[in-house]
């Protein structure tokens, strides 16, 4: 295990690291190519058959396929003049930090990633879209390096927030507006960066491509399930220990990832799952597997790959918090989401300080149902989900708040304006 300020990384026993590797501050292009990175493409189209072959999914959150958006977005710019790829490294949950580890550790896989998916792509114009200011000079240092041939690559910074991320917000801010996003349709791979079809894929996703090129979909396969295939990188924080950034195989017994991390299962009350979009767990946790279709299946899902242990913390004011998050952070341009993550937070809050009735939870039980899908993009989404699990996944806290007889908050209740977030040391050069 490898400590650097606040961040720990290590990579699963028995398992070859595929996206974390020993490196200094930054991994230089000497190193990366030592390491076999920036092998010739030979054919495009062969590589998309091994990305189709391997089930690779978006690490984002979504886990849509990536050779299905590829394609896509290849076709559509064929007949429409272009495309453009961007690299979204605009890592918008606090509770993660996968994404800018790559960016600052190792720009160049990153950008390896990039310049494959814009050869399979046929895209003229590639960008690296980044809030974090030592990830933009990370991946600038990078490309000052690398000097890659017939790539116009754009690192495009923009101010962090939990919506900048999303991907039509992305394509509104390199087109001179907000990052907030727009109404759909169009999706991006329709219309996009400058009207053209546009792929945007989060930075661990791309960061597979080379490990696809060198070793084929076979290979990568060896690691995960049928339908979660490959390793992916998980962010732990809670359960009073310091944050830590694993590279996990998809399917690893939950139990497994708390001894990784130590933590005794005896111990764990909950988890807030897949950063604060997939909202609460109860202790039924403990009888799963990290992969996407066991978390779609009890209706949670792994989303970026964060997971936040709830080991003293009282579930009611963990939820509280990220509600009121969202009530922060929506972008204030769709009145359900605005008024919903508002009403939402406050009826949570209520409850938090033993100060709600039994109708107002069945007002926030009623919008947890009522408000989904109602909003531009998932921050309403995630706000139901968030209030949706706590009622569902832990009642009885629910009825010790409605009683003012809570032990965990009798001291005082938790509050965080951003739950479980990763210090993020800036030190890269």
């Known amino acids: 295990m490898k400590t650097d300020a606040a961040i720990r990384t290590a990579v699963w026993p028995s398992l070859e690291p595929r996206l974390l590797a020993e490196a ?30 391997s089930g690779l999914v978006g690490r984002g959150g979504a886990a849509f396929p990536l050779g299905v958006k590829l394609r896509t977005v290849r076709d559509n710019g064929r007949a429409n003049g272009g495309a453009v790829v961007i690299a979204n490294g605009e890592e918008g949950e606090p509770a993660s930090v ?30 690296v879209y980044v809030s974090d200011a030592d990830s933009a000079r990370s991946v600038e240092t990078a490309l000052a390096e690398a000097a890659l041939e017939n790539l116009d690559v754009e690192v495009w910074t923009v101010e962090p927030g939990y919506v900048a991320g999303e991907e039509t917000a992305a394509v509104q801010a390199i087109n001179g507006g907000p990052a907030k996003p727009t109404d759909k349709p169009p999706r991006p791979f329709e219309v996009g960066v400058r009207e053209l079809p546009t792929l945007i894929s989060n930075v661990e996703t791309l960061a597979n491509l080379p490990y696809l090129q060198r070793y ?15 390793t992916f990188l998980a962010t732990i924080t809670g359960a009073g220990r310091p944050p830590a950034l694993y590279e996990l195989p998809h399917g690893l017994p939950f139990t497994e990832l708390l001894a ?38 009890i209706g949670s ?41 508002a009403a939402m937070a406050a009826a949570a809050g209520a409850l938090r300080d033993s100060a709600a ?19 531009a993009c998932g ?19 629910v009825t010790r708040h409605l009683q003012g007889s809570c032990p965990d908050c009798e001291h005082g209740a938790y509050r965080a304006e951003r739950p479980y977030e990763v210090p993020v040391p800036v030190r890269c050069p």
């Open 379 to 397: 921050t309403l989404d995630a706000a139901t989900n968030v209030a949706a699990s706590l009622l569902d996944q832990f009642p009885a806290e």
């Open 24 to 53: 200094a501050e930054r991994e230089d292009v000497a190193l990366y190519r030592e390491r076999g990175g920036y092998l010739p493409l030979v054919d495009a189209d062969q590589l998309l058959g091994e990305v189709d072959a």
């Open 98 to 127: 996968k994404d800018r580890w790559l960016l600052r550790h190792r720009p160049h896989l990153v950008l390896d990633g990039l310049r494959l998916a814009a050869a399979i792509a046929s895209a003229w114009r590639v960008y």
């Open 357 to 375: 009735t039994a109708e107002d939870v069945d007002r926030l039980r009623r919008w947890s149902v009522v408000l989904r899908r109602r909003g």
């Open 301 to 341: 899902g792994l989303g970026c790959g964060a997971v936040s242990l709830i080991t003293d913390d009282c579930p009611v004011a963990v939820a509280a918090s990220v509600l009121a998050y969202f009530d922060r952070e929506n972008a204030g341009q769709c009145g359900s989401c605005f008024n919903g993550t």
């Open 216 to 230: 084929g979909a076979k290979a990568f396969r060896t690691q995960g399930t049928v339908l979660s295939p490959g």
């Open 260 to 297: 990784l991390h130590g933590v005794s299962s005896e111990h764990l009350r909950g988890v807030l799952m897949g950063g604060y979009f997939a909202g609460l767990l109860n202790r039924g946790v403990l009888d799963t597997r990290l992969d996407h279709e066991t978390m779609r299946g």
